[in-house]
Structure formats: structure tokens, C-alpha cells
């Protein structure tokens, strides 16, 4: 027993047996009172230094925040940004929950134009339908590495900034530990507004989760059977083939797929029956699958949904779903292309979303690209359904890696009545936050630069590499160059081989990766040539240009020089940061992160325990960007160890210049720019109240000891019991 106890319980037996009972029972009651807050006291210093408890202040905003930790490692501050991490929910606005289910988005780890963009196409649409939230189940990545999470994390703070998605990992997401270190954890549950489970299992390489993750999944379903709806996400879809089934877990061996063990698809099955679980999402075939399954069991009706690949290179096609959920557990599809079948039986079944090109009959299609100063965004929307079209239009807020403090909009070219506007922005921290009002009917395009600085300079060019080096005659050279512009960017470039007629062939000339383009060329010739190759560039300004390159082809057995170009170009330029590059820090949390956010109320407390526990929480925040009446507001509360928050806004002046374009079709298409006055910092202390300013309640959780009046209360009807019966002794 530790000492300072041993003393009370003496002191406590002195008093009982050698005073009256009034002296004792006051006696009593303030030593007890002293070993209730020793005891609280001594657990405070024993918790680790890495665990902390925040509360959320009872009129915090809801929405979804950053979790910036200030800690100290080993004498030494740090700050760690957990991005999109904190939910604050606070209620459903209707019966009805919009989820996005993207799945196999096999991020490469470095930029490919054709992934890029479909991944962009998604997420640019999940914000104009206004989806609640995302799923994504499995193959974030291709091979698991650091940066190709990276890439997937920065993609979704830019594109789904507003949206809380929830991950879970696939076959792909195995071998390493990244997973865990920058998405979250593998398997976990969230509940949503008391009405909603959402939970996950990792079915790993074999395709099927292990017995630990069906125990647990069965702990949390027995836990939370009274919700009304429960969803269950994992990668490797249980079942095969389409339409609607008839069966209880007992007798489903035929429809299990070939990734599952029998024996736990027929333990799944058993929970989806028991527990009445309202939707699976699943992954991994890059097709649609879609099975509605009856229990014959407990008449359970539950939707079985395999959504096709986001963005592979080797899909049957491209695509995402949106369902809305009801509280009544039914569901729809807002939008549903010609070839929809639903939980029919088909043999081709195309549900999804369409977000490439390919697609014959629409698809909705988002190219943005990221230039030096700016970013080009090319939108186009053909998505038709079976008995109607779909006009597409909403507000988007992005969170764009920026440099400087001004954020521009040009309207470059809109067909069928499509346009976009600025309605505002913030530049905080590195990054943009503009709120865009976009509009695109069907068939429209709309295509649009945010900008820092105008851009009024072409294009140049710099000459790296020929492979073979030097350039030969009647082979294949690869010739390296880069299409340098240092504003907004390279939007096309073309290259034609000068003939000694004076005529021009084609050459081919493809995109490689940063600056870098390639140019394929063969001379043939039975003597060393010179060939003058012409390169014409634009960029997304308008500004273009041409170049005449001298280049010398040798045959074998020469060499020498073989360049005679422009000069390299010695410019430099402060150049935004890529989208796949922001937010490198790894995870230094346990329980959720970026692919698992915590859902929390207003009013409740959140407990955060770091992975190490050498660090010491200094400071926790939670902060993000919002769209609050057509403005933009960055909001930010202090939770420890005190508490207090404040807004940053951008003031501005009323409308100053109105853009016109004249555009295709002889149609007329106006936007318009602001000018900013001043930026401001409004902070306040909780005591404090301003127009602008949030006000949030102090809060003494972290150092107020809990008493336990129950055992208090039990301590004292035993002293009276004692003291009594001692009394009558003597």
C-alpha cells in the first residue's frame, strides 16, 4: 500500500474508533474527500505525457477540421498537421445521407495525366452533388509506398476538401506500414449522428478478413444493433454475380467469389442476416456488381454494392457511385446513366458514374492542371440518363497549394450556358481556399484559370538529353527537352521536322512529367544530316511561340556537338507547391487520421493518444476553411490547454471590373474579379465577444478532478454503521 494511503486509512481508524460520531462522519467525510483527489491526482501524473483529452466547445462550427498538434520531442517543439481528421457533426439535415463510394484508385506515386485526371473528375463531382461523405474501399495505392499515399492524401485535401472520407485499405495497401502511417488505421467504426454504423475489416492478400476482425466486427454490431442503418465496407466483394437473391448463410456456397473462404463467407453473411445490416461496399474486380440479398432467414433485406475503378490503367471501365441512404433503409441513385440496371439481373452491368471519355453515351469530365502560378481547370459535362439529362451545378470549395496572397479568376472559353465564378477565397498558411459557383448544363464546357499573376510571357524552351546520344540516323532518337513556362503553365505543344522542300512532317511529341516533354524523331539518311526540328508552344494564358531547333544526326561511327537551340533559361519564379507534395508529415496518432476521421459533437470530449510515448502534447487545435453565406471563412479553436478561437476573413471592396468574353457560339459570358483591401486577424480570448468573433466556453476538463460521490457516499453509511454499533459496545 502506498504511504501516503497507509496514513489515511490510520487516520481514519483513529477517528472512527476514538471520537463521536458527528467528529467522525465530518472527519470521514474530508479524508476521504483527500484520498478521492490523491487518487486522481496520482492517475493524472501516471497517464502518459502522449495521451490527452480536448473537448469540443458547445457552439464550435460543425463540419470537418484539421487536428494541429503542437508536442515536444525530447526538448525539442514540433508541429504535426492531421488533415481532415476532425468531424463535428451535429445532426443530419434530412432523413436521407448522400455517400460517395470510390474504390481502386491506385495512386501511382508520381503524376500520370490519364489517372490524374479521372481521379480530378470524381472528386470535383462528389463536391457539386453535395455528397455527405466518402467511402473508399481499398487499393489506394498501387504499391504501397510513401508517396504514393502522399499523392492519394493531398488529392483529397485539395479536390474533397469538405468531405470526410473514410478508408479502408486492400490488397494492394499490404507489405508495408505506410497504410497506417499516412491514411489511418485498417479497421475501425464510426457512428454518425446516432442513426448510422459505418464499419470496416481488412481482407489482406487472401480476400477474406481474418477470425479476430469478424469477432470484432460482431462486437460492434451487437453494440450498435439498435441503429437504424449500418454499413460495412471491405475490398474483397464476398459474393458473385448480379441481381436479387434468395438465401440465408447456411446454403450461399455457390454465390460465394472465389477471394472468399466458404466458412467465413458464411460468417459474414450470418452478421449482414442477424444484425440487419442496410449496405456492404466492396471493391477490387474493377466492374459493378450489384446483388440485393433477402435473408430467408430473418427476412433481412441488405444492398451489396462492387463499385467499379476510380482510375487504373487496366479497368473494364472508370467510374464511382453515389447512393443516397434513407433512414428508412432504402436507397436511391441521383444519378443513373442509360445503361443503369440496378439490382437487376444483367450480364453487362455499368451502374457507375462515368468520368472518362471512353464512355459512348456521357460522362462528366475534369481536367486540372497545375502550372507554375495557376491552375487550368477544363470541365466538361455530357452525363445522360435513361429518361433525362443532367445539369450539373454547385459550389465547390478546393484547398489549392498557393504562393502569395491574391487569387485571380479568368474565364478562358463556356459553351451551352456554362460558367463559373469567384465568389470568394483565402489565402492562409500555403494555401488558396477559393469558393467557386459553377454551372454546367449538359453538353457545356467550361474552361478557367485561377491565377496569382497575369501571365504575358511565352513559352521556352530547354534542351536536356538524346537517347541515343549523339542523335543517329535511320533510328529511333528520343530527344529530352523541357517546355518551360514560368506562369501559368504549358497547355500544348506540337513538333514538325523542316523538309529541304520546305514542307512539314509531323513529329511526335508526348508529355512526360513535370517540364519534361519527349520528341521522337527518325532521319533517314546514309551521311550525317543536320535536321531543323520546329516546336510550337502554348500555354494557358494564350501566349505562344515557336522555336527552330538545329539538330545533328549522325551516322554510325561520328560524333561531335549537336545542339545549337536557344540558350537554357537562367529565370526563376516562386512556384506553388504540388498538390501531391503538401501534407508529407507521417501520422502520430493511433486511432484515426485523414482516411478515419473521429466524429465528435459539440459539447463532448475527444481522447488522443500519440504512437510515441516520448512526445508531449503542448498545444491541439482544430481549424479548417468554411463556406458560411457565400464567403469564406478560416476558422481555428485552441483545445489545450486552454481554450479560445477566432476567424480569418478577407475583407473586400464591391464589384470593381466585370470580365466579357465573346465566345463560341456567339455567346456572351461575364466573370468577375475582386479587390482585396485588407486581411485581419480576429482573435479573442473565450471572455470576449466581438461581430466577428467566435466565442467558445473555457473549459477546466484537463485539470478538475473527478469526485466520486457514489463511493463517498458508501464510505460514509459505513462509518455511521461502525460508529453506531460501537456506541452500543460500550
Known sequence: MPLFMERIFNALSFVVFGCSIVKALATCLMLLLILQIAINVASFKAQSSSEISIVMPGNVHPGLYDLRLVVIDGGVEKEFIVPRSIWVHAGLESDVIRIAHITDEHYFGSPNPVSDDLRRSAHMLIQLLNSDLVIVTGDLADGAAVNQYIQARGYWYSLLYTKPVFSYPGNHDRGTNNYQEYIGPREYYRVINGTILIAGVDTGDTGFPGENSLMWLEEVLRSYGHLPIKIIAFHHPIFSGQGLVRAD????????????????????????????????????????????????????????????????????????????????????????????????????????????????????????????????????????????????????????????????????????????????????????????????????????????????????????????????????????????????????????????????????????SGDTWILYINVTSSTTVNGTVIVDVVDFAGNSATYNLTITFYRPGETGGFYYGPPPLNATVEKFTRIDSCLKDSLPLEYFGPGSPAIVRPSEALNIKLRSSSLTVKEAYIEGAFSDNNRVIYRVYKLYPEVYAYEYVRYEAAITNTLTSTISEAKTTTATTTVIIGETHLFTKATTETRTTIVVEPSTTYVTPIINYPLIATSIALALVVAVLLKRRH
Open 249 to 512: 448463410y447456411t446454403n450461399i456456397t455457390g454465390l460465394v467469389s472465389t477471394y472468399w473462404n466458404v466458412s467465413r463467407a458464411q460468417w459474414m453473411t450470418r452478421l449482414v442476416e442477424e444484425y440487419g445490416v442496410t449496405l456492404v461496399l466492396m471493391g477490387h474486380i474493377h466492374r459493378d456488381q450489384y446483388i440485393f440479398f433477402r435473408s430467408t432467414r430473418t427476412n433481412a433485406s441488405t444492398y451489396f454494392i462492387t463499385t467499379t475503378t476510380e482510375a487504373q490503367s487496366r479497368p473494364d471501365y472508370n467510374g464511382f457511385q453515389v447512393i443516397d441512404l434513407s433512414i428508412d433503409r432504402s436507397i436511391s441513385f441521383p444519378i443513373m446513366n442509360p445503361w443503369f440496371v440496378g439490382f437487376n439481373y444483367s450480364t453487362t452491368v455499368r451502374n457507375s458514374i462515368p468520368i472518362d471519355t471512353r464512355y459512348l453515351y456521357g460522362y462528366f469530365y475534369s481536367q486540372i492542371t497545375q502550372g507554375n502560378t495557376a491552375y487550368f481547370f477544363n470541365i466538361t459535362n455530357t452525363l445522360r440518363g435513361k429518361t433525362h439529362s443532367y445539369n450539373i451545378s454547385g459550389k465547390v470549395l478546393l484547398a489549392l497549394p498557393w504562393a502569395g496572397d491574391r487569387v485571380s479568376l479568368k474565364l478562358i472559353n463556356a459553351s451551352r450556358g456554362a460558367g463559373v465564378e469567384l465568389l470568394d477565397y483565402i489565402t492562409y498558411n500555403g494555401f488558396a481556399y477559393p469558393l467557386l459557383n459553377l454551372s454546367i448544363p449538359i453538353d457545356g464546357r467550361v474552361e478557367f484559370v485561377l491565377y496569382r499573376d497575369e501571365d504575358f510571357e511565352p513559352p521556352t524552351i530547354q534542351f536536356k538529353i538524346a537517347i541515343p546520344s549523339p542523335p543517329r540516323v535511320n533510328v529511333t532518337n528520343k530527344l529530352y527537352m523541357d517546355l518551360v513556362d514560368l506562369g501559368w503553365g504549358v497547355k500544348s505543344a506540337s513538333a514538325y521536322l523542316l523538309k529541304p522542300n520546305g514542307s512539314l512532317s509531323p513529329l511526335r511529341l508526348e508529355y512526360s
